[in-house]
């Protein structure tokens, strides 16, 4: 059963901000938050992690609101190079010896 | 910012045929893994290895399949005998720590005919 949801695809346009939101209303206490990110024809990437609040890097924000049930990724001011799976994991989605990918949300830029 | 490796980047060959994928993690990771993504479908996580031996496995990683690190720098996959459905993307990816995010490789493409 899979422990997260999240959109099958968006659209959105160069230059726009981008916010991928991650529905995990089953988030055990311990459990932090990954997102992963994949061009096509590459592997995976690692985006960021948070376990509450507010992460920021250079490539997006993750945020999670006090409850933690759910989370957002954003992503400013995409590009076109920016077309990618964007993949939400939770706990030991992504624990130490494996990860376990769901779907992820095909996220199309347009220009 | 260094990077896996993986070669070829497209293998073609005959069923029943064996055939090794070949990985350089980065080279102070300690822990290495296979994945695979058949066209159009989810990543999905083949092996890990750690300490030169398998840590975890998945229910893909069958007989047909082995892993090596052969020496210090590369990783390979080998499958034993080809069948159709082994067409796919094999990712490779390694981490530093247990608890660091794995990097992964740009794949081999392998197409069985």
């Known amino acids: 059963l899979a422990k997260t949801t999240q959109p099958i695809s968006m659209d959105s346009y160069e230059g726009q901000e981008v916010n991928i939101t991650c529905s995990h209303n089953?988030?055990?206490?311990?459990?932090?938050i990954t997102w992963y990110q994949q061009f096509p024809s590459q592997g995976p990437r690692f985006i960021i992690q948070g376990y509450k609040t507010k992460v920021t890097n250079e490539v997006a924000s993750l945020f999670i609101p006090a409850d933690r049930k759910s989370s957002t990724l954003s992503l400013p001011r995409v590009s076109l190079s920016d077309t990618a799976v964007y993949y939400c994991l939770v706990g030991d989605e992504a624990r130490d010896d494996k990860i376990i990918f769901g779907k992820g949300t095909r996220l199309h830029i347009l220009p | 910012e260094p990077e896996v490796t993986q070669t070829p980047s497209h293998q073609v060959t005959q069923m029943g045929q064996e055939v090794i994928l070949r990985c350089v993690p980065i080279?102070?990771?300690?822990?290495f893994y296979w994945y695979r993504q058949i066209l159009g479908q989810k990543v999905e996580f083949l092996v890990s290895f750690y300490n030169n031996e398998i840590s975890e496995k998945s229910e893909i990683f069958d007989d047909q399949f082995s892993v090596e690190r052969p020496d210090g720098s590369n990783f390979t996959l080998k499958i034993r005998s080809t069948k159709l459905e082994d067409s796919a993307m094999y990712f490779c990816?390694?981490?530093?720590?247990?608890?660091?995010?794995?990097?992964f490789g740009d794949g081999t493409r392998l197409s069985i005919l």
């Open positions: 990816a390694s981490s530093d720590t247990s608890n660091q995010p794995q990097h």
């Open positions: 089953n988030i055990a206490t311990n459990d932090y």
């Open positions: 080279s102070n990771h300690l822990y």
